[in-house]
């Protein structure tokens, strides 16, 4: 990419001269994912590996609740995001209130909330949850009935895999992945017999019925790098193929795959912006960040 080489060379002195780590999603663009960012990964991951940075500062290549999840997990550490309106369909479709509103209602149902929200609705929650451990998580509240929110598609597609226990749900989806459907698999499966199709859990239902595998960003990458199938098709965003194609030369990714409008507005330039003046900061009021904490925390005690 040389025309942002001037960007690249300008992070990596920035890095060095603020004591700042980038840590980047899965779907942030080749250009940041290859070149400024010193770990990627699955929003798993990502919080794992926020708990332990040691740098004096934290860029978040990703959304919002990323970067929340960050400083939730080392409060002394200044956060940043480099574009504070990358946020998210789900994190933005339930609110404290709402999640009050479901304790009065089921009593005594816990309440596994999925990463994919703000921390004052983390703070209201029992544990949280990432697509990455959402099973887990489930079997180990050893619980007939949860509720897991606020991914309906997420919730329903654990379901299938915990029959034995019942989870209720709420209406929030992803704006990304809820618009793939088991026509678009089929077209591909037509045009490419013996593809290997593999959908994020976000997915509505019926679409990842009709997948050969089902994961976390993480867990679809190590599938395709270990089991390296002639053609796949990442029914995800389209960062994620783009990310391990050229390292893959063998491997034909093949569409369709849709853009995530939150994790694209972060660019080299407002990540070397963000470096340059120590914004935007990503603070949590300390008594919620508490609450929030434990149930991240939580959920990190749960082995994946
Ligand atoms: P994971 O990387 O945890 O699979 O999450 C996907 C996602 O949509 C994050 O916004
Ligand atoms: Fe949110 Fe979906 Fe974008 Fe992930 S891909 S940040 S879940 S809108």
């Known amino acids: 990419w040389p025309a942002l080489a001037g960007d690249v060379e300008a992070i990596l002195a920035l ?35 926020a708990a332990k940075v040691d740098a004096d500062v934290i860029v978040l290549a990703g959304v919002h609740f990323m970067a929340e999840t960050a400083k939730l997990l080392n409060p002394g550490k200044t956060v940043l995001i480099p574009d504070l309106r990358a946020g ?23 309440i596994v909330t999925y990463v994919n929200t703000s921390a004052a609705v983390k703070a209201e929650s029992d544990i949280c949850c990432t697509s990455g451990n959402a099973v887990e998580v489930v ?19 654990v379901q299938a895999l915990v029959p034995e226990v019942e989870i209720l749900t709420w209406a929030g989806h992803c704006e990304v992945h809820e618009r793939f459907t088991p026509a678009d698999i089929r077209e591909v499966r037509d045009s ?7 959908a994020h859990p976000e997915c509505p239902p019926d679409v990842v019925a ?16 270990e089991r390296r199938p002639a053609q796949v098709v990442l029914v995800t965003e389209c960062s994620m193929a783009d ?25 080299l330039r407002n ?10 900061e990503v603070t949590v009021e300390p008594e919620l960040a508490d609450r929030a904490r434990l149930a991240v925390e939580r959920m990190l005690a749960v082995r994946p």
């Open 15 to 49: 890095k060095r001269s603020r004591n700042a780590v980038v840590l980047a999603h899965n779907y942030q663009a080749p250009e940041i994912f290859h070149t400024v960012a010193d770990i990627v990964g699955d929003s798993l991951a990502l919080a794992r590996e």
């Open 88 to 110: 998210c369909s789900l994190a933005d479709s339930i609110t404290a209130a709402d999640v009050r509103g479901l304790r009065a209602k089921y009593p005594g149902v816990p």
């Open 139 to 157: 079997r180990s509240l050893n619980a007939p009935r949860v509720l897991m929110i606020p991914d309906e598609f997420l919730a329903r597609n």
């Open 192 to 198: 490419y017999p013996g593809i290997t199709v593999i």
């Open 210 to 225: 009709e997948s050969d595998f089902s994961g976390s960003t993480a867990m679809m990458m190590n599938f395709v790098t």
């Open 243 to 267: 990310n391990i194609a050229a390292a893959n030369p063998d491997i034909e990714f093949v569409k369709p795959c849709n853009l995530c409008p939150h994790m694209k507005r972060i660019t």
């Open 271 to 280: 990540i070397r912006h963000a470096l340059e003046t120590l914004t935007q």
